[in-house]
């Protein structure tokens, strides 16, 4: 019997090379690969034309789908050749790591413990130790700092992955392994030490059953372990009541993006698209990479010359060359790139890295494979609505009057109503409410998602129905049932709409909190577009907003009294969404009822003087007010027996918005004028803050006319109002400058003449 050990590097090509050429050299009886052994009877699917690598092992515990792990392969992962050889010449193959229910468990204890251990120790440099700190540094970067490399991936990359016929190369990794863990101090991690006891239990287990060759692929560490380990005994001893918990396994598709070290994946790769290319290319001096890299160039309009590709692959070996490596590498041709290519611009760098060096390729699974009902129904949909999976994005402007696209707007806004996040809504211009853009762009985590949301319902709509519900069920907030409200309206969820609905008109009877019912409408009003767009009845919706307003429009005016400045500009906020809401519907006795509360708001001495302007404004705007009945409304707001203050914050209520009614309204003008020439210096000073914010929130056009017309002196004024008795010229001129700072204007030396 021979137990060959093939020490590699996860997803390393040239480790993938050298197993492939051993295991076609030795033709084992069986084939052990770390990996989880409850994921055995997915091996079968492994040579199947629809099985298209980077896909990944999902294992997963059914009352809890978050607890899962990943186990990721490439079409360069030597595991997975190791696996495909085994497939293809129809011998035993195994997974041999420790069972991920097992490592479940115990990583879950190892992280509560941790978070029970007390907090390290203080250091000085008078020798006091470290307790419970753990060098981070990666074993193999003692191996590439003997070699001269700066870099540990690099140095294996060029030792290993990149050499082609290495026959001796797994006796020279097993000793390599060997002097580094004879060499760093030991450390007690458990979960590595449970792994190698069961690693070696399944090789002993493939010996007893008289299989004479047995091929033993795993990570390079692991190595030694395996090879001179502890006893059948001590192992046993180890192992013996380990945790465990159930767990559930299938094959999901998998993207490049989600194999590098950026995606948070500890096993990962920088550069998996390069990694892919050295794979099937292992023999290319760099001319096919840039002949790719110049394709890529060319599809953004760039001009890229045979001759930059010829000039790109010779600085690239006179680099290697320059640097004593074998073959230029990645960063070789990556700096050739960036000089010869790009100019010099690493911004063009970047999208070689997105697109090549990364890639944006995804895996492929059989429709056969067992996967949860949820999972199929999300797939028959993608299939039927022509909605690819893709792991680059892709965006999508939808025309809700088409029937696909409205069933692909249908379908993703239930997605995001179960909080897969495959589609974001982006902005999109033009008019009307029939379109909509989506970028899609799919991440393999959705999986576990998809698992999870499966206790909800078999099919997309149920499920997301079903979840709705739940979230209303617990709710007690007007304010989360109106957005629940709206969310389901696109989606086209008659159930829960309808549930919301009877949900939403119960809250709102029994609600005294006219902020909350202000803060429901605007939504709700949304929601009663939709119906007519999404061909969904809004009868009822509509009718819960009209008894909302009613509701508010009851309550409001005693809410507009006694509140402080916070209460107040969080109120006009609310004002300002209701009107424009209200205006939206275009329904006559809505508009009629909230025009007469507006009335009594503004009319109401002892209502906030932000909101009573603003009030008023709204009248006026709503042409219910006359001219002698408005500048009475601001004769009492501005006269000088209301106080500096009071006055500066009604104006700012009246102003909010836009400032054209001063353009426009030379009395209005003229009455302000007044009012700011009559402050005293210390009131002046008082009401200046917000005058600059209400002036602030105007136009860059509308401020600088605003200032012409002061430069200018304004208006006539009425002869009633200009208090021409009382107008000191002199000091108008003098505060002149400081109306124009006001207006956020520069004053530029101009002469104020008064005229």
């Not at 390393?12 to 770390?34: M, Q």
Request: glycine residues 8%; negative net charge.
């Amino acid at each position: 019997m021979a137990v060959h050990l093939l020490g590699i590097r996860h997803h390393g090509p040239g480790s993938a090379r050298n197993v492939k050429h051993f295991l076609e050299a030795v033709k084992p009886d069986i084939v052990l690969v770390e990996g989880p052994p409850e994921a055995d009877a997915m091996l079968q699917w492994v040579g199947n034309e629809e099985l298209k690598p980077p896909v990944a092992l999902l294992c997963y515990q059914p009352d809890d789908p978050q607890r899962s792990v990943f186990y990721p392969f490439a079409e360069f992962s030597p595991e997975w050749q190791a696996i495909l050889y085994a497939r293809k010449q129809k011998i035993h193959v195994r997974f041999m790591d420790l069972p991920a229910g097992n490592q479940m468990l115990v990583e879950k204890e190892q992280r509560s413990q941790k978070e029970n251990l007390p907090e390290p120790a203080n250091v000085n440099q008078d020798g006091v130790l470290y307790e419970h700190l753990e060098l981070q540094k990666n074993p193999i970067s003692y191996l590439s700092d003997a070699a001269g490399f700066t870099d540990g991936e690099k140095w294996w990359e060029h030792t290993f992955e990149y050499r082609l016929n290495n026959d001796e190369v797994f006796d020279a990794v097993g000793e390599a392994m060997q002097a580094l863990r004879e060499s760093l101090p030991q450390k007690d991690k458990k979960l590595e030490q449970l792994r190698e006891a069961y690693m070696r239990r399944i090789i002993r287990q493939a010996a007893k059953e008289m299989f004479h060759t047995i091929a033993v692929v795993c990570g390079a560490w692991h190595v030694p372990a395996l090879h001179n380990g502890a006893s059948q005994k001590d192992d046993d001893e180890l192992l013996k009541g380990l945790p465990k918990t159930k767990t559930e396994c299938t094959w999901i598709p998998w993207t490049f993006s989600r194999l590098s070290f950026f995606s948070g994946y500890g096993a990962g790769i920088n550069s998996p698209g390069w990694y892919n290319h050295v794979w099937h290319h292992p023999t290319d001096d760099g001319t096919q990479w840039m002949a790719n890299v110049a394709g890529l160039f060319r599809k953004q309009q760039m001009d890229t010359s045979m001759a930059h590709i010829i000039e790109a692959v010779r600085l690239a070996g006179a680099l290697a060359s320059l640097r004593g490596l074998p073959k230029a590498g990645l960063e070789e041709m990556n700096e050739a790139t960036l000089s010869v290519l790009c100019n010099g611009e690493s911004i063009l760098l970047r999208l070689v890295q997105e697109e090549l060096i990364v890639g944006h390729q995804i895996g492929e699974v059989p429709a056969e494979i067992p996967k949860p009902p949820l999972q199929l129904d999300i797939e028959r949909l993608q299939k039927k609505l022509r909605l690819p999976a893709t792991a680059d994005f892709k965006d999508y402007t939808l025309d809700l009057r088409n029937d696909t696209d409205l069933g692909r707007s249908e379908f993703l806004h239930r997605l995001l109503l179960l909080g897969i996040g495959w589609g974001r809504q982006q902005f999109t211009t033009g008019k009307g409410t029939f379109k909509e853009q989506w970028r899609l762009q799919w991440d393999p985590g959705y999986s576990v998602e998809i698992i999870e949301r499966g206790n909800l319902g078999n099919t997309v709509e149920e499920a997301a129905t079903n979840s709705v519900l739940e979230e209303a069920e617990s709710a007690r907030d007007l304010k989360v049932i109106g957005s629940l409200l709206e969310k389901s309206i696109p989606a086209n969820l008659p159930d829960a709409i309808e549930a919301l609905i009877h949900r939403l008109d119960n809250l709102a009877a029994a609600s005294a909190d006219v902020i909350g019912l202000m803060e429901t409408v605007p939504g709700l009003i949304t929601v009663a577009r939709y119906g007519n767009v999404r061909k969904t009845d809004a009868t009822m919706v509509l009718s819960i907003i009209n008894s909302i307003i009613t509701r508010i429009c009851i309550s409001l005016p005693n809410a507009c009294i006694a509140i402080d400045n916070d209460a107040a500009q969080q109120l006009l906020d609310l004002f300002f969404k209701l009107n424009d809401g209200i205006n939206l519907l275009q329904d006559a006795e809505i508009i009629a009822g909230w025009q007469q509360t507006l009335q009594v708001i503004a009319a109401n001495k002892n209502t906030s003087p932000v909101i009573g302007g603003y009030s008023t404004r709204l009248l006026n705007d709503s042409k219910l007010l006359d001219a002698d009945k408005l500048i009475q409304y601001f004769s009492f707001a501005m006269s000088s027996a209301t106080a500096p203050v009071i006055a500066a914050a009604w104006l700012e209520g009246f102003l909010k918005g836009s400032g054209t009614l001063l353009l426009l309204d030379d009395d209005l003008w003229q009455m302000i004028d007044n009012w700011v020439a009559g402050l005293a210096d210390d009131n002046f000073m008082q009401v200046l803050p917000l005058l600059r914010r209400t002036f602030a929130n105007f136009s860059r056009p509308e401020r600088r006319k605003l200032g012409e017309k002061a430069k200018s002196g304004g208006g006539t004024g009425r002869q009633q109002f200009n208090m021409q008795a009382d107008f000191d010229a002199n000091r108008a001129k003098q505060g002149l400058p400081v109306i124009i700072e006001l207006l956020g204007l520069k004053f530029n030396g101009m002469e104020a003449d008064g005229n």
